[in-house]
């Protein structure tokens, strides 16, 4: 480690006891105030009534910036002053029409005053990408920093299997969500992806589509307590630039290069309803929905409508809710933290080694002391926590004879 690196986890915060109650606090009132607003909800959708007045597809409520890749003025792109390209950028045409290119790891976008998003806020993205190939890792969108800055912000990537993965970072490796799709995506070939994320702070508040279709995430870490919001090296917050086809990443190796063309980008400051997703994608539209349900449609499509509903009529009471989560990370961030260890939670797997070869396992040895001599206790845990009780149990000969050992060689200079 270096001085710049921050604390590696895992971490403990030292929270004082004003501030602790005050959490809890917070946190009871939130839990109170969900409760009420599912309640609030059911009644809703329990109205068939509200399915006949939903209003027409609206793409411009709180989008932050829509980028279809049409037109490339020197470094401007689609007319939009905040979004500029680097020399290299290219838009070619393409089986959607117009798209732009990445091929060189000097091409990225940078979209200034987008996606600066708090963990307590609700966002979403959506994007056509056609990747090239597979490799380490290729960033979609994001403005996750470098090491001096703890990595601190939030990326969408394809992973090296090519699988969506989103990624809210306070510091690496301690204090994030991560969140992967369980299906991968092609080489070579058009494909759209949007994910949308709730302001939770929890992987359960990540939804994954692969072209318009819910797919079911998989949890790589849910451990995020503090501000993804990014920061300069003086430790303060500053709006870095929403970055498309490259990471901030330096002096790594892997700098999350994308190569292949994207098309239309859209980022919002709301959560997106898996209707509003299926639009995008292509695939069907509320219109067609709403008018299958009406003519008899399943309880499928009634609970895709009453869910598109509440997405874009939010019950009264998220916000109080999201503010007091924000109120939550504010005390959190000021708070003093200490590196601890942790178990894994899968143990590794230790062998005797045959001649002490490690290509020749032999039987698993298990965690424990020498029977012989002082055997572990029952009751004690097979942990580090074990093996200290174990150490100053009043009955084990072998700590005080030690500390006997050590006093005798301090005044007479031999050990006994």
């Known amino acids: 480690m270096t001085g710049d690196d921050g604390n590696s986890g895992p971490n403990l915060l030292l929270m004082d006891r004003l501030v602790s109650e005050q959490i809890d606090s917070l946190e009871t009132l939130n839990t109170l105030d969900l409760e009420a607003i599912n309640l609030r909800e059911q009644e809703i959708v329990k109205q068939i009534d509200f399915i006949r007045n939903l209003p027409k597809d609206n793409w411009s409520l709180k989008r932050q910036i829509y980028l279809p890749f049409e037109q490339l003025h020197v470094s401007v792109l689609d007319q939009q002053a905040n979004a500029k390209v680097t020399s290299g950028v290219d838009l070619i045409s393409s089986e959607r029409g117009m798209a732009v290119a990445f091929d060189d790891e000097y091409d990225y976008i940078n979209i200034s005053e987008v996606g600066l998003f708090e963990q307590s806020q609700s966002f979403s993205a959506s994007v056509w990408v056609k990747p090239d190939l597979q490799k380490a890792s290729q960033t979609i969108m994001g403005n996750s920093g470098q090491k001096g800055v703890f990595w601190r912000g939030w990326d969408f990537i394809l992973d090296s299997l090519n699988r969506p993965t989103l990624r809210l970072i306070h510091a690496l490796p301690q204090d994030m969500l991560v969140v992967r799709s369980s299906q991968e995506i092609a080489s070579k070939q058009w494909t759209h992806l949007a994910f949308v994320y709730d302001g939770s702070g929890h992987a359960y508040g990540i939804k994954f589509y692969i072209n318009g279709l819910e797919i079911k995430p998989e949890i790589v870490r849910n451990q995020l307590q503090r501000s993804i919001y990014p920061m300069a090296f003086s430790k303060e917050k500053v709006k870095t630039p929403l970055r498309i086809g490259k990471s901030y990443r330096a002096f790594t190796g892997e700098y999350g290069i994308y190569e292949g063309l994207m098309d239309d980008l859209m980022v919002f400051e709301r959560k997106l309803s898996g209707l509003e997703i299926a639009s995008l994608a292509g695939i069907q539209t ?52 200490v590196m601890i260890m942790q178990d894994q939670a899968q143990p590794v797997v230790t062998h005797l080694l045959i001649r002490g070869n490690y290509d020749q396992p032999g039987e698993v040895v298990l965690p424990g002391t020498p029977k012989a001599i002082f055997a572990l206790a029952d009751t004690l845990p097979r942990n580090r926590l074990g093996l200290a009780r174990w150490m100053i149990a009043s009955d084990n000969p072998l700590t005080s004879r030690v500390i006997v050992n050590r006093i005798w060689q301090k005044f007479l200079a031999r050990e006994l």
């Open 286 to 337: 509320l219109d067609a929905v709403r008018k299958d349900y009406l003519e008899g449609g399943t309880e499928d499509l009634q609970s895709s409508l009453q869910e598109h509903y509440l997405t874009l009529h939010p019950v009264a009471g998220y916000q109080i809710v999201a503010e007091r989560r924000q109120q939550i990370i504010s005390w959190l961030d000021k708070v003093p933290e």
